[in-house]
C-alpha cells in the first residue's frame, strides 16, 4: 500500500479529494471563501449525519439515563457572563504590524539561537544590531568581547506544526548563514525545558526581537493581547449596548441553564445526563488545519451530572474509557488514538481534571475530546447569576445539593477529519486485463460510510438485468442511503465507490437473471467478489449499520 509522501502533501490529497467528490469545500467559493467556514456537500452532508446519528444513539437513545437537549443557538447575554465566556473566553494574539497576520501567541515558537566557539567576522555585531537580531546593549557588551561559549546571536520563529523543531533548526542555519558568523550550532530541541518557547512566554524584551513568520523579520510583532473569540450580534431593531447577545461558542451552556427544567419534567434521576448536537461558533484567531479549526462547527457535548459526593474520578475514568471504545466503534484506528492528561497547574480553578483524546492527524497529535470533571462550578454560577437555586433534593440524607458533572465534549468535525486522514489510502491494484493502476480509497466503517451500498447493472442496454438492480435498489434505499451507477465499466464504477469510501458494490449480472438470483457482492478493502441472496445481503448491512 502506497500513501502520499510527506504529512502536507497527504493532507492536500485529502482536501482535493474532498473537494473532487463533493464531501466538503470552502463556504461561499464564488466569491472567494471565507476562511474558517465550510460547506458539506452531498457527501460530506450524510457522513456528518451518520457521525450524529451514531453518537445519538450510543450516548441518548441506548442508554436509560441520559436525555436529549436542544437549546437555541442564542441565549440570553447573561448566561455568557456567568459562565465566565464573556470575561475570559479568549486567546492570546499577537500581531505582525507589517504583514497584517495574526497569531494564536501559543502557537508561534521562537528559541534563542547559541554559536559555540563563535567568531564574528568585521561587522557583523554592527549588523546583528542595525538589523534587530540583538540589542544594543547586548552588541556593545558582544562587541567589548564580553561573551562565553555558547554565545546567543539571535532569535528564530515558527508556527506550530509536526516540524517545529527542524523548522527552527534550518531557520537557525540560514541566520547564521545570513550573518556570515563562525562556528557551531547549538541544536534547538523542545526536549530541553525553556529551549523552544512560545510567545506567551516571551519577556517583553525579546518580542522585539523575534521574527515574524510572515516577514522573517523582527520589530513588527506585538506582546500578546487577550482577544475574545465570541461573535457578537444584536437583538431587536437596536443596535446598542442593551441589545447584544452572542451566538453560542459552545453547547454545554444549554444544559446547565436547562438543568432545572429537565429534571422537573424529564424524570431523571441521578446519575443522569443531558446530551446536545449543535453548532458552535468561535471566532478563531487562526483557524487552520482544512476543518480542524474552524469558526463555524459542531459540537456533541453531554453533562453527566453526579451526586457531590459521588466518586468523581471513578466516573471520570468510565467516561475515558466510553469515549475511546466509541470511537473504535465507528472505525477509527486504536494505534491513532492517545490520551493526554492536564497537567494540574493549567487546570481551571474549578476543574478537578480533564483528561483529552487524541489523535494522530497528519498534521500532528491533536485534540479530538475533552472529558472534564468541572465539579458544580457552571450549576452554581447560574444559581448566583440567577437567584434560581439548582439544586437536587437527596432522599437518603434528606438534604439539598448542587451536582457535580462530568463533561465529554468533542467536535462533530474533528470526527470527521479524523475518519478521512485514517481511511484514506492509495494503493497500487490490477484491473481486469492484469495491468497495474492506482486506487483511492476511504476506508470509512460501514457505520460511517456516506454510501452503504452501490447497486450495479453489469450492463445497462439489457433490460432484464435493469429491473433486477431497479428494484433491489428501491428496496435497499427504504432503509439506507444507496447509490445506482449503470454508467461506465465496471472497474471504474467500483474505482468511482472506492474513493466515495462505499464499503460494498453490489452487482447484477447474468447469473443474477439466468441462474440463481444471487448477486455479485464486492467488498471494498479486500476487493474480493463472492456472491450473495438478497435475504444475506439485508442480514449483513443490519448487521454491521446499527
Ligand atoms: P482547542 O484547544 O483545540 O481550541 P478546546 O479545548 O478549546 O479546543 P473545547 O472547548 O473543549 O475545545 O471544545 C470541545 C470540542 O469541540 C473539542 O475537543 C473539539 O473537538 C471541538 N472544537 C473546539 N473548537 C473547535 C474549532 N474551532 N473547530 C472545530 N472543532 C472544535
Known sequence: MSTADSPTDLMERIVALCKRRGFIFPSSEIYGGFNGFFDYGPLGAELKKNIRDCWWNDMVRRRDDIVGLESSIIMHPKVWEA??????????????????????????????????????????????????????????????????????????????????????????????????????????????????RDMTEAVPDEI???????????????????????????????????????????TAQGMFVDFKTVVDTGRVKLPFGIAQIGKSFRNEITPRNFIFRSREFEQMEMEYFIHEDADWAKCHQEWIEWCRTWLLSIGLPDSHLSLYAHPKEKLAFYSKGTVDIMFKYPFGVQELWGIAARGNYDLGQHAKASGKPQEIFDEATKKKFVPHVIEPAVGVDRILLAALCAGYAEEDVKDEKGNVEKRTVLRFSPRLAPIKVAVLPLIKNKPELVDVAEKLYRKLKRKWNVF??????????????????????????????????TFTLRERDSMQQTRIDEAALFALLEEKIY
Open 83 to 196: 459562565s465566565g465566556h464573556v470575561a475570559g473566553f479568549s486567546d492570546p494574539l499577537v500581531d505582525c504590524k507589517e504583514s497584517k497576520q495574526r497569531y494564536r501567541a501559543d502557537q508561534l515558537f521562537f528559541a534563542q539561537v547559541f554559536v559555540e566557539n563563535v567568531e564574528f567576522g568585521p561587522d557583523v555585531i554592527d549588523d546583528l544590531v542595525a538589523k534587530k537580531r540583538i540589542s544594543k546593549e547586548y552588541g556593545a557588551a558582544l562587541s567589548d568581547g564580553k561573551y562565553g561559549s555558547p554565545t546567543l546571536v539571535g532569535f528564530v520563529s515558527a508556527l506550530e506544526s509536526e516540524r517545529i523543531e527542524a523548522e527552527l533548526n534550518e531557520k537557525a542555519e540560514e541566520f547564521k548563514k545570513k550573518f556570515r558568523i563562525r562556528g557551531q550550532l547549538k541544536p534547538i530541541s523542545s526536549n530541553i525545558s525553556g529551549l523552544v
Open 208 to 250: 522585539d526581537l523575534i521574527p515574524s513568520p510572515a516577514t522573517g523579520e523582527p520589530g513588527s510583532l506585538t506582546p500578546p493581547r487577550s482577544f475574545n473569540m465570541m461573535f457578537q450580534t444584536n437583538v431587536g431593531a437596536m443596535t446598542d449596548a442593551s441589545s447584544v447577545a452572542y451566538l453560542r461558542p459552545e
Open 484 to 517: 445506482y451507477d449503470e454508467s461506465g465499466n465496471i472497474g471504474k464504477r467500483y474505482r468511482r465507490q472506492d474513493e466515495a469510501g462505499t464499503p460494498w458494490c453490489v452487482t447484477i449480472d447474468f447469473e443474477t437473471i439466468e441462474k440463481d438470483g
